[in-house]
């Protein structure tokens, strides 16, 4: 009878293990149902995440063209003062002209005061003093 004593002993160890690793199992299975959870949980805070990132650089575009068409607004008038600058500045080239056409022969006469005797004129011809044939 002590065999069987022994044998029951041990069927009921062994039961007891298989009872402590279901147990383990139950457990491991209710952590790994926690940690899915947490996955979802954190897969939404992902798409969120995403739909802020999102509504975040919508609105950063928005901005953007909002600095472009105020950047657009101030060159306006800028380009309005070019606009004026030329209107101003164009007659003053037309001023300037006739000044143009009273400098160009001085310095014709300048270039030919400052030739060496002899030596051709800016026309090409040789310079003579004057009065000599």
Do not use: H, K, W
Not at 44 to 66: A, F, H, M, P, W
């Amino acid at each position: 009878m002590n065999i069987n004593l022994e044998y029951l002993d041990l069927v009921d160890e062994y039961l007891s293990l298989v009872d402590e690793y279901l147990n383990t199992v139950v457990e491991s299975q209710r952590l790994v149902d926690e940690y899915l959870s947490l996955v979802g949980e954190y897969l939404n805070t992902v798409v969120e995440s995403q739909r802020l990132v999102d509504e975040y650089l919508s609105l950063v575009g928005e901005y953007l063209n909002i600095v472009d068409q105020s950047q657009r607004l101030v060159n306006e008038p800028l380009s309005l003062d070019g606009e004026y600058l030329n209107t101003v500045v164009e007659p003053l080239n037309l001023v300037n002209q006739p000044l143009d056409l009273v400098n160009e022969p001085l310095n014709f006469v300048n270039e030919l005061l400052n030739l060496p005797r002899g030596s051709p004129g800016p026309r090409g011809r040789a310079s003579e003093p004057c009065g000599r044939a």
